[in-house]
């Protein structure tokens, strides 16, 4: 996926310390960042892909069209339903678009075949929601601030596997939406 939101300057909180460029504006909670595996892996289906953090369902999405290289917003609400009568201005014509499709999602796996894996089964992305929930729960205190400032480098190995580009991010996108 790439990014677009540079790092925070401010890591007083977890929310500025994790997830800034697979979470924009939402907290890194188990709920949000199942919610942007899901939907990532939705609009890939489509044929989009993400240009910044996920802002959450009704917000405005920077999204990139893999059919035509259009950048513009969506909502996720209209993206995850995908019925529109028209994709965007200026898209491929629509007699065309089925066979483009077809030819794009033909390079989507099932099995992450990246150098740095990532989670894509309904297990690894449970491990890795839950290691990353052990991370962000040092309590209070000095001791908890410099367990957090130690943690940060594993953290963001946690939330690259779990919403970093991938080509198997429709399959890791459907297994995501068997988990709660």
């Known amino acids: 996926m790439p990014t677009v939101l540079s790092p925070p300057e ?4 977890e929310a500025a ?3 800034h460029e697979f979470l924009s504006g939402l907290p890194a909670t ?4 199942l919610g942007a ?6 609009i890939a289906e489509f044929a989009f ?5 996920f802002p959450g369902s009704d917000k405005h999405w920077r999204v990139r069209c893999r059919m035509c290289g259009w950048i513009g917003l969506r909502f996720y609400s209209h993206l995850r339903r995908f019925r529109p009568a028209m994709r965007h201005p200026g898209c491929v014509a629509a007699d065309i678009r089925q066979k483009l499709l077809a030819a794009l999602l033909a390079d ?10 990532h989670a894509v089964t309904t297990e690894e992305i449970a491990a890795d929601l839950d290691a990353l929930a052990l991370l962000l729960d040092h309590g209070g205190g000095e001791a908890a ?4 400032a130690d943690d940060l480098a594993r953290q963001e190995e946690l939330l690259t596997r779990l919403i970093g580009h991938c080509p ?3 399959a890791r996108g459907a297994a995501a939406r068997l988990l709660h």
């Open 10 to 13: 401010n890591t007083d909180t």
């Open 108 to 117: 989507a796996v099932e099995v992450c075949p990246c150098a740095r894996s």
């Open 49 to 53: 892909e993400p240009c910044g953090g």
């Open 37 to 42: 595996i899901r939907a990532v892996g939705r």
């Open 17 to 19: 310390s994790i997830g």
């Open 168 to 170: 198997a991010e429709i």
């Open 145 to 148: 601030a410099a367990a957090k």
């Open 30 to 33: 188990r709920r949000n960042l």
